[in-house]
Every structure is written in C-alpha cells, then in structure tokens.
C-alpha cells in the first residue's frame, strides 16, 4: 500500500469512529433525559371551552362541542370540571367529593344511562355544582336524582329543563344548601338542616321530609306575592330553612312521621306521603276513606301521629310501609302502595290504586279491589292479588308509568288468585307471576 492509500485509510477510520462516537453520545443523552425528567403527571380533570356569545341556548346544533362520557365520572379533592358552549352527554353517575366543582354553562347538559339504566349525581363534603344559563335534560318522570349531602351546594341561574317533567329530583340532606334562581319546573327534597332558596322559578315541586315530633301549623302557598319563608313561629321540630321570591308551586309533596302533629290548611295543591317507617317498629296504621279532592274539616290518625286538613285539597296519596311496620288501607283510593324492608300493606274493601311495588322481604295483599298501571315485586317480597281486578288506565301525567305491566324480579312471588291475569308480564331471575 503506498502513503497515498495509507492516508486515506486512516482518514477514514476516523471519521466512521468520530461519527459512531457522536450518534452513541446523542442516543445516550437522548436515553438520559427521559430516564431522568419523565413527562409530568396530568392535571386535574378540566374542559373549558370557548364562552358561548349567544346569550341563550336554543338548539342543540348551536354548541360548539359535543362530548359524551360514557364512564362514571368522579370528582375529589380540588378538582374542577367546567363544561361550556358543548352538547354533553353523562351516561354513568357522577360523584363530588371534597372541594370538587362541576361547572355548567352555556350548554345542553344531558344526564341518561344507557338502557335505561338508573343514573344519579351525588355531591358531598364541600363540593358544589353550578349552572348558568343551560338547558338539563334527563329522562322524564323524576327518574334521575341529584343528592347533596354533608355541606355539599347547588347554585343555578337561568336553567331549564327540556320538557314537562323531565328535571332531575334534588335531595338535600344534612347542611346542604340550593340557590336555585329561574329554573322553572324544578323538582326539590328539602330534609334534615338543609337550605334552600328558590327564586324566580315558576312551577317548581317542593318535597318536605319532616323529624319525629315536628309540629306543623301552616297555609302552603302556590304563588306568593311576597317572599315566603318556612317554617314560621307557629312550626317548631323542623331543621330545615326554605324560602321562596318571585316563584310558584306546582305540587307541595308533605311527608307523615312519627310523633307528628301536622296542620295543614287553605292549600289546594297537596299529595300526601304516608309513612309507616323508621323509628317506629311494628306499628300497624288503618286508613279508611282516603280520598282525592277537597277535605273542609278532616283529621287522620296514624298511630302516635295526626295529620289535620282543613280547606285543603289533595291531589294523590302515596302511601310506604317499612321496617316491620303495617298498613292497612279500606275504601279508599291511592295512587302509589310501596312496602319494602319487612313491610306490610292490605288493601282491601273496594279500594283503589294504581301502582303497588315490594322489595326487601315486603308483602302487599290486594282483597276485592282493583290495581291499575303495575304491579312489581323484587328480592324475596311478593304480592298477592285475592278476587281483585288489574285493568289498564291511562298513564300518569307525574310518573309516566306504561300502563298494564306485572313484574316480578329476582326471587319475588305475585300470585293472583281470582284475578283476571292482563297485561305484560315479565319475570326476572328466579322471579314468578303465578296465575290460579
């Protein structure tokens, strides 16, 4: 080989190794900076969206976003959800815990399991919900519930609900607290310590869920001209606060208890819940004569418990047994019989209702009356129909409940026994309808 050739051959060398030694370098360093600065963890869950100039939501085709969250979606510690200018559709529940916020504006919030599977929210601690200037939208007949528990809030302003009836029920419980302001058709459960303000909210559904020993002494008001506050001097055993400015009450849904004393007069706008539970235990309560329309000077006895209606008009009785304690229901008429937790019902003597479920080892007999709408028993209750009549009637405007069904789930029994079997059965599990 001569120098020529030996030069070249060393030139050569150096550089294939000066260009290994630079591509191991960059790979190595490379290699390192991952290893030692991995990528930083997510942040909270949060969607923000470009504010919506529009002023108010129409149509659903006018929202910039369409998003749908399929999986139950939890929100803890300081986290904060904000949904805006979207189409949002919630197919699971939705949990708030801690100091977590849900934020809705400006959108069409839909709330609805997939299947018709049961869908609910549930705020507690410190978290809160807020909505301005949204459309809601869930499934109708009051079948998607909002709970706020602990010191957990709701905080609304210009919302509404897509249609008639379909506004998810609010439950506030313990020191929870609502400032619902111009949200018409709203439906609310006002129980324990809670408070709750409603304004400008037209139409609007108030549940009261009184303690044992409340004493009640009221007129309850559809649309005040003034702000109405409740409870007032002449009420006393009741925790909770509501007030209502510049709103209107569709239906006052007034919950029975045990120990109660409970006045109720000049109110044309009532459905009554009577409620055989906790704490009583065993107590057996006979109701004769339940009846829908005006009662001008009537009193119900329920045990250790009274009910006074005076000038007052009921739209529906719904009545619950539970905990080991009995109902027994004669010439009258009902709307909803629910018996659950070791609960028993009789209805007897040509009385009527429309719905009548079990559950939890309940038992509902049906002696020479009749029962529209459905009939449903779960878990190792039953049901039993003695010389009765299941005939169809028209779907009702509160629950929207299809019309001639029987239902019996997991190891529940309905036996009708001189009773015309109609309607469509369906049995679930280990479920019987038994016809003889």
Not at 238 to 255: E, K, P
């Amino acid at each position: 080989m001569d120098i020529f050739s030996k030069k070249m051959y060393l030139a050569i060398v150096i550089v294939t190794c000066s260009v290994a030694f630079l591509i191991g370098g960059w790979r190595s360093l490379h290699t390192n900076r991952y290893r030692l600065s991995p990528p930083p963890p997510p942040p909270p869950i949060q969607v923000t969206n470009p504010t919506n100039t529009r002023g108010n939501p129409n149509t659903v085709e006018s929202y910039a976003h369409l998003e749908t969250l399929e999986e139950p979606l939890i929100l803890k510690g300081d986290e904060q959800l904000v949904i805006e200018n979207t189409q949002y559709l919630a197919e699971d529940i939705i949990t708030l815990r801690d100091n977590a916020t849900l934020i809705i504006r400006d959108s069409f919030f839909e709330h609805n399991g997939k299947s018709g599977k049961n869908v609910s929210l549930t705020a507690m601690d410190n978290s809160r919900v807020i909505i301005e200037n949204s459309i809601v939208n869930v499934p109708c007949g009051g079948t998607v519930s909002w709970t706020f528990t602990d010191k957990a809030a709701l905080e609304t302003s210009k919302v509404s609900s897509a249609g008639h009836d379909c506004f998810p029920v609010q439950r506030f419980g313990e020191m929870a607290g609502g400032e619902i302001v111009s949200w018409n058709g709203v439906h609310v459960i006002i129980c324990d310590e809670s408070t709750v303000d409603l304004k400008n909210s037209q139409n609007t559904v108030i549940d009261l869920c009184f303690s044992p020993g409340a004493v009640v002494h009221e007129s309850f008001p559809k649309k005040p001209n003034y702000v109405y506050t409740f409870p007032n001097k002449q009420d006393s055993g009741i925790d909770f606060d509501l007030t209502l400015d510049g709103s209107s009450v569709q239906y006052w849904n007034i919950y029975t208890a045990p120990k109660a004393d409970m006045t109720i007069k000049d109110t044309h706008n009532l459905m009554i819940y009577v409620m055989a539970s906790r704490p009583w235990d065993r107590k057996s309560i006979i109701l004769n004569g339940l009846h829908t329309g005006v009662h001008v000077d009537e009193t119900l006895t329920m045990a250790d418990s009274k009910l006074h209606l005076y000038n007052a008009t009921v739209g529906a009785w719904d009545l619950v047994a539970a905990h080991n304690n009995r109902i027994i229901v004669r010439d009258s008429a009902v709307r909803n019989i629910r018996a659950e937790e070791d609960g028993v019902v009789i209805i007897e003597n040509t009385s009527t209702a429309n719905n009548i479920e079990t559950e939890d080892n309940a038992e509902i007999t049906v002696r020479n009356s009749t029962i529209s709408n459905t009939i449903s028993s779960s878990d190792l209750s039953k049901i039993t129909l003695v010389n009765s009549v299941f005939s169809a009637a028209p779907s009702s405007e509160i629950f929207h409940v299809p019309p001639q069904t029987i239902r019996a789930r997991n190891t529940s029994t309905i036996t009708l026994t001189d009773t015309p079997l109609k309607g469509h059965v369906i049995e679930e599990g280990e479920g019987r309808v038994i016809a003889q």
